[in-house]
């Protein structure tokens, strides 16, 4: 099966999809702190720097979806994207980070590159709307629950508000309990939408609420599924990143370890030229 083209999406002066190379998405899944945040972030931009991978940093400031109410959920919204915003100038890299609800979306727009849509939340209209009349580039999450081809509707009713610029992340569908599979083939179906296709390497590897009061993971597996959608062709990469991922205090089981990440990348970047120029 040859390869479509998708539009191109500009992510600040960063492009996603088109003929473009390998996009990485990457930061830890929550802010913890601000120095962490930070020294994350400038540690992101060395590895990328060093293998001239196009990067877009990645963090919540406040993860709505917990298992558990009682599981951290980050600095809230006012302190979070003041760090994220610290981030972008300090660091100097496009941000992107997940709304749910109506009311943070212009607070959001303000600071934030690009704007994030929560899988769990890929039907919801009204947040949909909202995210498209920033005229931000909308980053839709497919639903575990959705099939690919569903995710042409969430796509429409961002269109509807004159915003063309959408791509969408692929994190895997629910199979029975606490269990996330990817079927590769859906990588392939969302292209048809003409959109640009993100690969979430760890967010696939999830095991939802599968410890009781949290999720667990298999991280053993990210490098396996990276290799494998971006041998698929896809346009970017979303990979959460921690400097002690077991010790995190969000998705540490299926986050990726900081000090791992330039070895892996490295792979994935001569893999993709290879795909993408054959």
């Not at 001239?52 to 979806?65: E, G, L, T």
């Not at 109506?102 to 899988?119: F, N, T």
């Amino acid at each position: 099966m040859m390869l479509q083209r998708t539009m191109t999406v500009r992510i600040g002066e960063l492009a996603l999809g088109g003929a473009s190379p390998l996009l990485l998405i990457a930061g830890p899944c929550v802010i913890e702190s601000e120095d962490m945040t930070l020294r994350i972030a400038t540690e992101l931009r060395g590895i990328t720097a060093r293998l001239k991978i196009p990067w877009v940093f990645k963090a919540s400031y406040d993860k709505a979806n917990r298992t558990s109410a009682e599981s951290y959920r980050g600095p809230g919204l006012e302190k979070g994207l003041a760090i994220l915003g610290r981030v972008r100038r300090e660091v100097g890299v496009p941000v992107i980070s997940d709304v749910h609800e109506v009311a943070q979306v212009a607070p959001a727009a303000r600071v934030l590159d690009a704007i994030q849509i929560p899988a769990f939340l890929c039907r919801q209209t009204d947040l949909l709307v909202a995210a498209g009349r920033t005229m931000k580039p909308i980053n839709i999450k497919k639903g575990q629950f959705m099939a690919p081809e569903d995710m042409a509707q969430p796509i429409r009713k961002v269109r509807s508000t004159g915003n063309d610029n959408i791509f969408i992340t692929e994190r895997g569908a629910s199979f029975g309990y606490h269990n996330l599979v990817v079927d590769m083939r859906s990588l392939a179906i969302t292209r048809e939408t003409g959109r640009p296709v993100v690969f979430d390497a760890t967010h696939s590897v999830q095991l939802p609420a599968a410890d009781g009061s949290c999720s667990g993971g298999e991280r053993k597996f990210v490098p396996l599924l990276a290799r494998a959608a971006v041998a698929a062709g896809v346009d970017g990469l979303f990979m959460e990143v921690h400097p002690d991922p077991n010790h995190a205090l969000c998705d540490g089981p299926n986050s990726w370890p900081l000090d791992g990440l330039e070895e892996l990348l490295r792979l994935l970047k001569e893999l993709d030229r290879m795909v993408k120029s054959s």
